[in-house]
């Protein structure tokens, strides 16, 4: 079986930045793209609209949404992996998280519930999406999960299957409660790592008003 290792030299919390914004990780950022020939033009380390396009580029040939914005994962993607081959082991490894877990948001209380089949375990205070930014509604799963992705997410992050939206932990927890993401839904950062544990890839999750 093979793995990708990554080595990352910054935290990807810190990778999140607004147009005019100047960042030692930018000029990284900018040597990366130029590694890949998406870039042409010194590394300044200020994010402006010709480093936008080389990550929107970038982002169209991962697979990933053209948004031209560095987020968690296209920045990770930017990252050389290495690949290594890891012998499997005899038995297969027990699932840390629950085999039938779900997750219910409830925005309208701000609530995270895990489920347990049809069985409630436990309830989490959240906060969501302000209204410019709301925390989408519908039917979603677990497709990534980061320790220790840093910054504004905390000590853990639980992506969805839904653009860059994602369960994760905080470095402002007296926003808790409040509508004051992006769209995401953030936990105080003890909750995150508990529900971490209970949740696999694949785990339903399920947001409504």
């Known amino acids: 079986m093979k793995v990708r290792i ?12 607004a147009e005019g914004d100047h960042h ?5 950022i900018q040597k990366l793209l130029t590694d890949y020939n998406l870039y042409e033009g010194s590394a ?22 053209p948004t031209g914005a560095v987020d968690p994962i296209t920045y990770c993607r930017l990252q050389a992996a290495a690949e290594s081959e890891v012998e499997p082991l005899n038995k297969p490894r027990a699932k840390v998280g629950l085999v039938k877990g779900n997750i219910l948001i409830s925005k309208s209380v701000r609530q995270l519930t895990l489920f347990d089949s049809n069985k409630p375990l436990r309830q989490y205070p959240i906060a969501i ?11 979603y799963a677990i497709a990534t999960k980061i320790l220790n992705p840093g910054g504004v997410l905390g000590s853990r992050w639980m992506g ?3 653009d860059a939206y994602g369960i994760h932990g905080t470095s402002s927890p007296w926003l808790i409660g409040q509508m004051v993401s992006n769209g995401c839904i953030r936990m105080h950062n003890a909750h995150a790592e508990e529900l971490f544990y209970h949740v696999n890839v694949g785990t339903p999750v399920f947001i409504r008003n």
């Open 6 to 17: 990554i080595h990352l030299p910054h935290c990807p919390g810190q990778a999140r930045f």
């Open 24 to 28: 030692p990780l930018i000029a990284v």
């Open 44 to 65: 300044h380390g200020i994010y402006d609209t010709r480093t936008a396009e080389a990550i929107s580029r970038f982002q169209e040939f991962r697979g990933l949404k």
């Open 129 to 139: 999406g302000k209204p410019s930014t709301p925390t989408p509604e519908g039917n």
């Open 160 to 162: 969805l299957n839904f």
